[in-house]
């Protein structure tokens, strides 16, 4: 079985500093592993994913995220903080392996607000 | 290349009525993955298609819910008999399936249920 675990439902953050979204997932098969980024009212848009190789993975808006398989996280970051990136933040978790191919599992999400 | 399309993108219904909602996959996508979202919840997976074959229904409530996937047309996830706790957002997502996607899915905007 597969879980996701977002610490913090809401962070708040003064625009141009350090993001910092965390996710720790737990899965018995290498997992791969997305963050996906919803605005009010609208569907969600990925922003990366790690599957295999580098570790650092590097997605859209200037956001990246680390693969720790010793620590079972992939939290995303972004060095400073944009107004638009107000939104909320979902990673999801899933495998290539046995019946879980493609469904993913979400975790409940963080609510990123940026002060000006 | 159009994205996933769904419709309605808003849909009211009363109690006891049905509701239906489809969703058109991406341009030669041909698996189809369809998520709820309830207020303050991350999404659900709910049930997984191919093209005239429900390949993974694990998160289907048991009773009043279905959905199909034909040969031709659209994904169809029907609701009989709404309730109030119906109410939520449903996002369809497809995928290509293809060893190389990554299983990446790519998401709709969403049709959000509110039942009175």
């Known amino acids: 079985a597969q879980s996701v675990t977002q610490l913090g439902s809401h962070v708040s953050v003064s625009e141009g500093a350090l993001v910092l979204l965390r996710c720790n997932y737990s899965?018995?098969?290498?997992?791969?592993l997305f963050w996906y980024v919803q605005y009010p009212n609208q569907g969600l848009q990925l922003l990366l994913k790690?599957?295999?190789?580098?570790?650092l993975v590097k997605g859209i808006n200037g956001f990246e995220a680390e693969f720790k398989k010793s620590e079972t996280s992939f939290h995303l970051t972004k060095p400073s903080a944009h107004m638009s990136d107000a939104a909320e933040y979902f990673c999801a978790v899933t495998s290539n392996y046995g019946g879980s191919q493609g469904n993913l599992i979400f975790g409940k999400g963080t609510k990123l607000s940026v002060k000006p | 290349n159009a994205g996933v399309m769904q419709n309605p993108r808003h849909l009211v219904r009363r109690r006891g009525q049905e509701a239906r909602l489809r969703c058109s996959p991406m341009?030669?996508?041909?698996?189809v993955y369809w998520y709820r979202q309830l207020p303050e919840e991350g999404l659900k997976f709910m049930v997984y298609?191919?093209?005239?074959?429900?390949?993974?229904e694990s998160g289907m409530p048991k009773e009043r819910f279905s959905a199909e996937f034909p040969k031709e047309g659209p994904s169809i996830l029907r609701i009989q008999q709404v309730v109030r706790g119906d109410s939520a957002a449903y996002f369809c997502?497809?995928?290509?399936?293809?060893?190389?996607?990554?299983?990446?899915?790519?998401f709709g905007e969403g049709s959000w249920l509110t039942v009175v």
């Open positions: 298609l191919q093209k005239e074959n429900i390949i993974d």
């Open positions: 790690y599957t295999t190789g580098a570790t």
């Open positions: 899965s018995s098969v290498p997992p791969y």
């Open positions: 997502a497809s995928s290509p399936r293809s060893r190389n996607s990554g299983n990446t899915i790519y």
């Open positions: 341009k030669g996508h041909s698996h």
